[in-house]
């Protein structure tokens, strides 16, 4: 048989090397199932280590560093201007995912999961074909199961498509070329915010334009205001309620023209990143041919153990939903693949935790007030400011602040939201409070090593609980009041 041209027959095989589909494949190798990897790209990782997280959160390390290099000063120590070498920079980052990426690629090797390099596209309910293959890789593979774990690629604005080295996605961004003098990032989500961040430390005038009426929509406004006045001061200027209605190339940059109740007029940028949202990666891979179902937002159906309406195909991670964050992707893959060992497992978290990985960070969990407002649920909540902690002080910190929403008849804790350095590190003792069903009095009774930022969860839960006592003394005063 001449190779490449050969099927493969196999119980499961997983497509997408990401953070969803290599933990399923590592899970299901572990469980005793004879599986494969599928990668379109001749790496392992996916969008996370190569284009994503990794090399962002990188990238925001070298921009905290130059922010409290100039904090310092506040305290008396002074360093000079930063010189930024970005050749090493980007070495430096690239270095960090080669060494994860090695990682990656030596567990599946010691686990006997085989990556095979090519781009999977189904042909029925049990077969896939590989294009573009690299060699040694079959042409088709025969499968009892498939996980689907595509992932997701950015959208680009609609109507706006321009072919320019000046028009810059997440990736080009994440690339560093050079240190445009203007840049101006479309989308006050998640990526706006992290790479206007990178980009207004290593020097650039950064200007947002955001859609709505407020930078990262959705979010409890408490604890954005905040990161809203740090941004303030680092970025050129913040235009909300805000659209890009233009783009031209012209000699000396992209020209953007606006439109919105306060939208400016045309501007001249160096670079312009679109940052506008991810689309799920389930078109142009024949799912069509499949029993798969589609949503109209182009996500993959699924249910809580991640099984499609297809009974071969699961699916997991970005292309099933959102939140599109690596995490989910992770827990689900390992859901998916334990459902398939036929163990009793089920996506069914109570809290995906998500963070910001700005300056403050922003950090998440369970129920938010926004949420429960929107859903009518009736909760109590309560702060603790960061102006208050030992630790904060002692490490400069301007503001910061932790938030518990609690039920305020069961005193469960519903959700927990976070601002502040190393809000993104606080949150998982939130999120295990949550999935073990913890109260308020769990958080209280539970000692916080002092002095560290991890008590302020403790003294927001203690905070809450003085605030149920007061009420409680109150309406007995006002019972007692109406007995006498
Ligand atoms: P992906 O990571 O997208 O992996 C999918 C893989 O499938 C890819 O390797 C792709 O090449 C492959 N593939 C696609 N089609 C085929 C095919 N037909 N055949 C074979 N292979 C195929 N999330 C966080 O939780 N924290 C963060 O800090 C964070 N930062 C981010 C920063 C940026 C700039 C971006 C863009 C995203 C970030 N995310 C972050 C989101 C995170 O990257 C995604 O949620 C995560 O990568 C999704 O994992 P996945 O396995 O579903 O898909
Ligand atoms: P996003 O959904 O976080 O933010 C997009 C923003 O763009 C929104 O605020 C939206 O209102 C705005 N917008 C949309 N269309 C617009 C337009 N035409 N003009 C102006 N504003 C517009 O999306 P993203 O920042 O592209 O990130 C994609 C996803 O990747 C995130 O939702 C998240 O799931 C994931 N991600 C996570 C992290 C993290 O976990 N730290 C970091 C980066 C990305």
């Known amino acids: 048989m001449v190779i490449g041209e050969m099927t493969q027959d196999v119980d499961l095989v997983v497509i997408g090397a990401g953070p969803g589909g290599y933990p399923a494949a590592l899970r299901a190798a572990e469980l005793g199932i004879k599986c494969v990897i599928v990668e379109a790209k001749k790496k392992v990782g996916g969008v996370c280590l190569n284009e994503g997280c990794i090399p962002s959160k990188a990238l925001l390390h070298a921009a905290e560093v130059i922010g409290e290099a ?8 002074s360093f000079s201007k930063p010189k930024i070498d970005l050749d090493k920079l980007r070495s430096w980052k690239e270095s960090v995912t080669g060494k994860l990426a090695q990682g990656i690629a030596g567990m599946c090797k010691s686990a006997g999961v085989e990556i095979f390099y090519g781009r999977a596209v189904f042909e029925d309910s049990r077969n896939i074909r590989l294009e573009d293959v690299a060699e040694g890789a079959p042409s088709r593979i025969k499968f009892k199961h498939a996980i689907l774990a595509t992932g997701s690629r950015p959208l680009t604005l609609r109507g706006l498509d321009l072919e320019s080295p000046r028009l810059l996605d997440s990736t080009g961004a994440l690339d560093i070329k050079d240190i445009p003098g203007k840049l101006l990032v479309v989308g006050g989500g998640y990526i706006g915010l992290e790479m206007g961040t990178v980009y207004a430390a290593l020097g650039s005038e950064v200007t947002v334009v955001e859609m709505t009426d407020g930078l990262l929509p959705g979010v409890d406004r408490d604890l954005v205001r905040p990161l809203d006045n740090h941004l303030k001061q680092k970025f050129k200027s913040i235009l909300l309620n ?32 679109v940052a506008v ?17 589609i949503d109209k937002q182009g996500f993959v159906v699924i249910d809580e153990q991640c099984r499609t309406q297809d009974k071969r195909i699961l699916a997991v991670g970005d292309v099933s939903g959102q939140p599109m964050l690596a995490h989910r992707a992770t827990r689900q893959g390992v859901v998916a693949a334990e459902v398939l060992a036929g163990l009793p497992s089920a996506f069914d978290n109570r809290a995906i935790p998500a963070v910001v990985f700005t300056e403050p960070e922003i950090a998440w969990c369970g129920l938010t007030e926004t949420e429960a407002r929107a859903k009518n649920i009736t909760v109590g909540a309560a702060k603790f400011p960061w102006s208050a902690s030992g630790r904060a002080q002692t490490l400069s910190l301007a503001a910061g602040q932790t938030k518990v929403v609690f039920d305020p008849e069961s005193t469960l804790v519903l959700g927990v939201g976070i601002v502040g350095p190393r809000a993104g590190e606080l949150i998982a003792e939130a999120v295990l409070a949550i999935e073990m069903g913890a109260t308020l009095e769990d958080l209280v009774a539970t000692i916080h090593p002092h002095p560290t930022l991890s008590e302020t969860v403790m003294e927001a839960a203690t905070a809450a609980r003085a605030r149920l006592e007061r009420q409680k003394a109150q309406k007995s005063r006002e019972e007692a009041g109406t007995r006498t």
Request: aromatic share 6%.
């Open 70 to 77: 100039e904090h310092a000063e506040s305290f008396g120590i």
């Open 242 to 273: 805000t659209k890009v209605s233009g783009l031209k190339e012209t000699k000396g940059g992209l020209e953007v023209a606006f439109e919105g109740q306060d939208a400016p007029g045309s501007m001249v940028f160096d670079k312009v990143l």
């Open 277 to 293: 949202g991810r689309r799920p990666n389930s078109d142009g891979i024949g799912l069509e041919k499949t029993g798969v179902e």
